[in-house]
């Protein structure tokens, strides 16, 4: 974890579309998380994550299979490659790794959980 003047520490949550982000950085908010999801799997700003200044980066990650499963069954594979290159500097950095294909999001939120407390420590 990085040095920080903050109460709390900065989580941000990076991955694909349908991935999960959104509902787990509702979940730690409910358990008094600075939390954010940031969405750099749209933007050509290689390091967009880095911007909210991370004490954690936590990565979802999720098979093309489930996004199409969760979003629609004609979701292109070249646009899921495309944010998964966008996505690479955030992976190669993050702290956690989480296939949200393998967890559903209460096991995803106890992982998340369970990581952040540990690093608390």
Avoid: F, N
């Avoid at 999960?20 to 409910?30: A, D, I, Q």
């Avoid at 933007?43 to 980066?57: F, G, T």
């Avoid at 199409?68 to 993050?94: I, M």
């Amino acid at each position: 974890m990085m040095e920080s003047d903050r109460s709390l520490p900065r989580i941000v949550v990076v991955g694909p579309c349908a991935s999960g982000k959104s509902t787990l950085v509702e979940r730690l908010r409910s358990h008094g998380h600075d939390a954010y999801a940031v969405a750099q799997e749209h933007s050509a700003v290689r390091d967009l994550w880095r911007r909210k200044d991370p004490d954690v980066v936590i990565a979802l990650d999720v098979s093309l299979e489930v996004v199409r499963q969760r979003r629609s069954p004609e979701w292109l594979e070249a646009v899921y490659v495309r944010q998964h290159d966008r996505l690479a500097t955030a992976y190669a950095a993050a702290d956690l790794v989480i296939d949200t294909a393998a967890h559903d999001a209460d096991q995803v939120e106890a992982i998340a959980v369970a990581y952040i407390a540990e690093m608390l420590r």
